[in-house]
């Protein structure tokens, strides 16, 4: 694999003189993002169904209760799609010691206000498909904001849903 350097300029002697541009390996995609759900058995159906994704590997921890899930785009490995749906213990479980702040928030809903994730959004290639999708999530009950013109990148359309914890998905037309 090829990659293209990266540059940045150099702002402290513990990476060089400072102002000397320096070069390193660029970051070429996202290889899976990690969502965490309250009931992964509630989840990846609804991840396979809905967005036609399918299980590739399952891990289950019996001595801490943690749970994941790699799903990836049906049929085709290489599409660049890899979500791992994460079931965290419940705090009270016996077990091992999750850290200082592990129950502060479990089992507390989605929201992207908080600092973390705000949501995930998928590419399609035409407007024809950006519509399909919105048949899709009709057909499955899903509830959706129609395309719409984008705020954040003029020329962009986006559908926007959300998963059975409120995980906001979205469906996004790049003209580009």
């Not at 169904?49 to 209760?65: F, I, S, W, Y």
């Not at 013109?149 to 926007?160: H, L, Q």
């Given at each position: 694999m090829?990659?293209?350097?990266?540059?940045?300029?150099?702002?402290?002697p513990e990476r060089g003189e400072k102002g000397r541009a320096v070069s390193m390996a660029a970051l070429t995609y996202v290889h899976h993002l990690a969502l965490t759900v309250t009931d992964v058995d509630r989840s990846v159906p609804w991840y396979e169904r809905v967005l036609d994704l399918e299980e590739v590997t399952r891990r289950e921890d019996d001595r801490t209760g943690l749970r994941k899930v790699l799903l990836r785009a049906r049929g085709d490995h290489n599409s660049g799609v890899a979500l791992v749906l994460v079931q965290h213990p419940d705090p009270a479980r016996p077990g091992p010691p999750l850290g200082a702040d592990s129950g502060s928030r479990w089992g507390v809903a989605f929201d992207e206000r908080r600092t973390g994730l705000d949501h995930v959004a998928f590419t399609v290639g035409s407007?024809?498909?950006?519509?399909?999708?919105?048949?899709?999530?009709?057909?499955?009950?899903?509830?959706?904001?129609?395309?719409?013109?984008?705020?954040?990148?003029?020329g962009s359309e986006v559908v926007v849903f959300r998963d059975p914890d409120g995980i906001q998905l979205e469906v996004w037309l790049d003209p580009k």
């Amino acid at each position: 694999m090829t990659v293209a350097p990266c540059r940045y300029l150099d702002n402290g002697p513990e990476r060089g003189e400072k102002g000397r541009a320096v070069s390193m390996a660029a970051l070429t995609y996202v290889h899976h993002l990690a969502l965490t759900v309250t009931d992964v058995d509630r989840s990846v159906p609804w991840y396979e169904r809905v967005l036609d994704l399918e299980e590739v590997t399952r891990r289950e921890d019996d001595r801490t209760g943690l749970r994941k899930v790699l799903l990836r785009a049906r049929g085709d490995h290489n599409s660049g799609v890899a979500l791992v749906l994460v079931q965290h213990p419940d705090p009270a479980r016996p077990g091992p010691p999750l850290g200082a702040d592990s129950g502060s928030r479990w089992g507390v809903a989605f929201d992207e206000r908080r600092t973390g994730l705000d949501h995930v959004a998928f590419t399609v290639g035409s407007r024809a498909e950006l519509l399909e999708w919105e048949q899709r999530l009709a057909e499955y009950g899903v509830t959706y904001t129609p395309a719409a013109p984008s705020r954040t990148m003029p020329g962009s359309e986006v559908v926007v849903f959300r998963d059975p914890d409120g995980i906001q998905l979205e469906v996004w037309l790049d003209p580009k």
